[in-house]
């Protein structure tokens, strides 16, 4: 069993940062790989980033250069991702999540693990 718990999100104006954070309490030895996702109003969830247990990043298109994902093991039970967004714009607005899943080369797999969610919002 896997709980995720985001914080972070807020109101920024274009151009602003903001740092996202989810820990996950959870053996690392579970835990293979850990995505963000996010959804903007009537669209689809869409995977933002995803790091592997190994430090491996990868990215989407329209976040790549602008947005850091990183993680850190306290101990063996819990882990904290970040999702450092920098350079924000309106079109990042959005719930984010985070999940946990398996990865394989640059793609991802999600577990049925989110958390609830924290909203981001990019004023023009």
């Known amino acids: 069993q896997v709980q995720l718990v985001e914080s972070g999100g807020g109101l920024v104006q274009a151009g602003g940062s903001l740092r996202l954070s989810c820990a996950a309490s959870?053996?690392?030895?579970?835990?293979?790989?850990m995505g963000w996702y996010r959804q903007a109003p009537g669209k689809q969830r869409e995977l933002v980033a995803h790091i592997t247990s190994g430090g491996r990043t990868y990215y989407a298109d329209s976040v790549k250069g602008r947005f850091t994902v990183s993680t850190i093991s306290r101990d063996n039970a819990e882990n904290t991702v970040y999702l450092q967004m920098n350079s924000l714009k309106p079109e990042d607005t959005a719930i984010y999540y985070c999940?946990?899943?398996?990865?394989?080369?640059?793609?991802?797999?999600?577990?049925?693990?989110w958390g609830q969610g924290t909203q981001v919002t990019v004023s023009s």
């Open positions: 999940n946990a899943g398996v990865s394989s080369g640059s793609a991802y797999y999600p577990y049925d693990y």
């Open positions: 959870a053996s690392i030895f579970s835990i293979d790989a």
